[in-house]
């Protein structure tokens, strides 16, 4: 199981960015995904996650309306579209499987099931 992130990077507050993730070694078609961030210092948060279909997405409260979240079966990739963002959204983003849809409860998944992560830094 591969899931390499890439398209973090430094904006300026009220930037936008788009992260991907490109999944090989399980069936991307057939899995629930979630993006997850992390800050050094504190616990994992969950962002948002997306049905194996890609006609149910959900978000945190935190970024909800400003982020969102798709997929490409075709190219088992997932994406992050992020937009007008904050410094408060500076962390190093992952995406993970979620097997066990531990999003219904607005949880992570076991940081076994997530990528190597990308930084994105907002400055304000």
């Known amino acids: 199981v591969q899931l390499v992130e890439s398209g973090g990077g430094m904006v300026q507050a009220g930037g936008s960015l788009r992260l991907s993730c490109v999944a090989s070694g399980f069936p991307f078609s057939d899995s629930d995904m979630v993006w997850v961030r992390r800050v050094p210092g504190k616990g994992p948060e969950w962002v948002s996650a997306?049905?194996?279909?890609?006609?149910?997405?959900y978000y945190a409260d935190s970024v909800n309306y400003r982020f969102t979240i798709s997929r490409d079966n075709a190219k088992n990739t997932l994406y992050l579209q992020m937009n007008k963002l904050k410094p408060d959204d500076t962390a190093l983003y992952y995406c993970?499987?979620?097997?066990?849809?531990?999003?219904?409860?607005?949880?992570?998944?076991?940081?076994?099931?997530w990528g190597q992560g990308t930084q994105v830094t907002v400055s304000s």
């Open positions: 993970a499987r979620d097997p066990d849809k531990y999003y219904g409860d607005y949880k992570v998944p076991p940081d076994d099931y």
């Open positions: 997306i049905n194996p279909g890609g006609d149910g997405t």
